[in-house]
């Protein structure tokens, strides 16, 4: 009797896998979040900051841009890594290149659209 039920005992627990698959199977719902999280939080704001930086680079005098809070602005002078942008008639002041948002949309009573 003590042997039949040796044996159903050990017929009953489960082998564990050995080697990769151990590893493999708690693993595999960790990469697959990563990869989502990669695809959809990380390589679209990598894109996004890439062509921000190319932007900024081109930047020149006359361009009318956002700075970050908001506020917006003529590039008046290019400098290596500032900015002094046109705010009013007679309100300049000096920015870094980071605090730029982007370009303004042009707007409808623009002079330049005109011509």
């Known amino acids: 009797m003590t042997n039949t039920m040796a044996l159903i005992a050990q017929a009953s627990t489960p082998q564990s896998p050995q080697g990769v698959n151990a590893l493999l199977g708690p693993l595999m719902p960790m990469l697959l979040l ?10 679209p704001m990598r894109s996004k900051q890439k062509k921000l930086d190319a932007l900024v680079k081109t930047l020149q005098p006359g361009d009318k841009v956002i700075v970050n809070p908001g506020i917006l602005a003529t590039v008046v002078a290019v400098e290596p890594d500032s900015l002094l942008v046109r705010i009013d008639e007679k309100a300049k002041m000096r920015v870094y290149r980071s605090a730029i948002a982007g370009l303004q949309a042009p707007q409808a009573g623009d002079n330049k659209e005109k011509q």
């Open 34 to 43: 990563f990869a989502m999280a990669y695809m959809l939080l990380i390589w």
